[in-house]
């Protein structure tokens, strides 16, 4: 059985903390992988674990990650992350308040090496009892000046990446007549379909909630149920739902030209980034493409300018131009190509 410490004798992280507050049962631990680009920023994961080695491989896992998504994105950031180990009082309001309260005081002790965020299981008013006790955290809710929702922006993101891939792989400006296949209508789907109905593309969608579906249908997209979805004659497909939706099952099942969507851990495992390439589907990196989200919470630190963080978030356009010429250059995935320049990222602050 693989632990805490063995994996940690194989990584690169630079720091990694582990908290216990005994007035509130807060544990939590806080991974820094890299701060060669800036201080380490990535959301706060509440969640039930079987046990503390589960939470500390999540924090260590998800805390890489930050470092390459934020490098290819080009962010002055470095990658780290929390989790805190739900134990069920956090369902009460005022025990969470305090537990979020401590956990601020412990961020701030790390003096600003980790900045937080909000992630799965955690909210904009969690961020709001952090900030009692530090100055390191974004994602705060817009009436308090904070970056709010940062989905609309993960969407438009998103939309100029696919943008970029349509132009390089059919050698078409503009996503006129373009057929996209959208699996998941939630925070980042929807917005999504109205923007590429919008630029003139067609659009199959796909939910399991049907409220979503129905305003999906309201905008103009066309329905189909979710399993469906794989098989849709489509030119894009746009995974925006759960993760490792591209696996051995489906990937078989897809015409699209193109894979390019905000949903995270697209991949069920590292080998179907080398099975699209080699079946020539051109893969938008999932952390790549999604990181308008990153990008909004890292324009609140600036002082919170929308417009400021839509602009960058449009540049997603460029590197999506960026890690075709490299898959092409070196023939490599796309996968490959957008390690390539995370690398090449993080070398060039070093020198
Ligand atoms: P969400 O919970 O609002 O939406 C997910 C949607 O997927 C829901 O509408 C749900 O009903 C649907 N869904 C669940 N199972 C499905 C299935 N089998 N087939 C089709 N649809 C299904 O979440 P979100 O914020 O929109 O995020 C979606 C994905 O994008 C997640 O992987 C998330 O981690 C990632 N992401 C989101 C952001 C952001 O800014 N919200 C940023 C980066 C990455």
Redesign the pocket.
């Known amino acids: 059985m693989k632990t805490t410490f063995d994996f940690l004798s194989r990584c690169e992280h630079e720091q990694f903390c582990y908290h216990h507050d005994k007035q509130t049962g807060l544990r939590a631990f806080i991974a820094v992988h890299n701060t060669v680009r800036g201080p380490g920023l990535g959301g706060t994961r509440l969640w039930h674990y079987d046990d503390l080695d589960a939470a500390a491989l999540d924090a260590l896992r998800l805390s890489e990650g930050m470092t390459y998504k934020a490098a290819v994105a080009g962010l002055p950031l470095g990658g780290g992350k929390a989790v805190i180990v739900a134990d069920g009082r956090e369902d009460d309001p005022v025990c969470r308040a305090e537990r979020f309260a401590a956990f601020g005081a412990f961020i701030d002790k790390l003096g600003g090496t980790y900045i937080t965020a909000e992630d799965?299981g955690t909210k904009p008013s969690d961020m709001v009892e952090i900030r009692r006790n530090t100055a390191h955290v974004v994602g705060l809710p817009a009436e308090q000046g904070g970056s709010g929702?940062?989905?609309p922006?993960?969407a438009y993101g998103c939309l100029r990446g696919i943008e970029a891939l349509v132009e390089s792989v059919f050698g078409c400006h503009g996503l006129d007549g373009v057929h996209v296949a959208v699996?998941?209508?939630?925070?980042?789907?929807l917005p999504l379909v109205r923007m590429l109905l919008d630029a003139g593309a067609s659009v199959t969608a796909?939910?399991?909630?049907p409220d979503?579906v129905a305003e999906a249908r309201a905008y103009g997209a066309d329905i189909v149920t979710?399993d469906a979805?794989y098989d849709v004659d489509c030119d894009v497909f746009s995974p925006?739902?759960?993760?490792a939706t591209l696996n051995d099952d489906t990937i078989p099942r897809l015409h699209a030209r193109i894979i390019a969507g905000?949903?995270?851990?697209q991949l069920a495992e590292a080998r179907h980034g080398d099975l699209l390439h080699e079946m020539g589907i051109v893969y938008g990196v999932d952390y790549a493409i999604?990181a308008?989200?990153l990008i909004n919470v890292y324009t609140e630190i600036e002082g919170y300018d929308a417009e400021r963080a839509r602009r960058r978030a449009g540049e997603i356009y460029h590197t999506m131009h960026r890690l075709m010429q490299i898959s092409e250059m070196e023939g490599v995935s796309m996968v490959r190509s957008a390690a390539l320049l995370a690398d090449d990222a993080l070398k060039k602050v070093i020198a």
């Open positions: 799965v929702d940062p989905s922006v993960t699996q998941g209508l939630g925070k980042v789907g796909a939910d399991i909630n979503s979710v979805i925006c739902a759960l993760g905000c949903a995270n851990n999604n308008g989200g």
